[in-house]
């Protein structure tokens, strides 16, 4: 899942990009609010943390709004210092899903985040099933046929991107967009090595049961059964 972070304040930018990578997610940080709106533009973000007050000349509801206008459909969270009810009433007309007041716990924002992702394509399934597969994202926990499986946090995080499109196709360049930030050194076989990592941990060890990783010859990968 891809984090974009518009925070100024260099402490708490380099707080939630680390720890939101130690979760597995891919964070693209940046600190102003013009090239914030630059990115958020962006559809392959999965998720879009504002802050509200930002240098340059918008700040975090200038750029929700016209993200939203421009279509971006990712939930949008905001973050800020003020906590008033015309505050939060304004933040979330701006197009914005939620609202976090400053100073928040980073399991906090780590609970809104995964609340936000649940929200659309599972409505209030807060463990993914997807053939014999779960995926818990608020406890990192794997199963397949009632069997925990371990997986690194790269390893996870591709299959909560698959599981939360399941039976769709998705191309390399998606996976890469969604799983690594634009700092991250993708080499063209990245994906191929990751999606064996998860097929020697998902399907090898259940031989009698139906491999669930597809690869779409000449378009990309689908979790199927
Ligand atoms: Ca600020």
């Known amino acids: 899942m891809k984090v974009l972070l518009v925070e100024d304040e260099d402490k708490i930018a380099a707080a939630v990009k680390r720890g939101l990578e130690l979760k597995g997610y891919a964070v693209d940080a940046v600190t102003d609010g013009d090239t914030g709106l630059s990115y958020a533009l962006d559809p392959d973000y999965d998720v879009i943390i504002l802050d509200r007050m930002l240098p340059g000349s918008l700040d975090g509801l200038d750029i929700a709004r016209k993200a939203r206008a421009e279509g971006q459909k990712a939930p949008i969270l905001i973050l800020t210092a003020r906590g008033s009810i015309d505050d939060k009433v304004e933040g979330l007309n701006s197009g914005a899903d939620d609202y976090l007041v400053k100073p928040f716990s980073f399991s906090e924002l780590v609970a809104r985040i995964q609340a936000l992702l649940r929200r659309p394509p599972i409505p209030n399934a807060t463990v993914l099933k997807y053939a014999d597969l779960t995926l818990d994202p608020s406890r990192y926990e794997v199963t397949r046929a009632g069997k925990p499986i371990k997986l690194s946090s790269k390893e996870f995080s591709l299959l909560e991107y698959f ?54 010859r000449g378009f990309g990968y689908k979790l199927s059964s």
């Open 163 to 216: 599981m939360r499109h399941a039976e769709q196709i998705l191309t390399k360049e998606t996976i890469i967009n969604h799983i690594w930030n634009e700092d991250a050194i993708v080499m063209p076989n990245t994906v191929e090595v990751y999606i064996g990592y998860l097929r020697s941990k998902l399907d090898k060890p259940f031989s009698g049961k139906p491999a669930l990783i597809k690869t779409v």
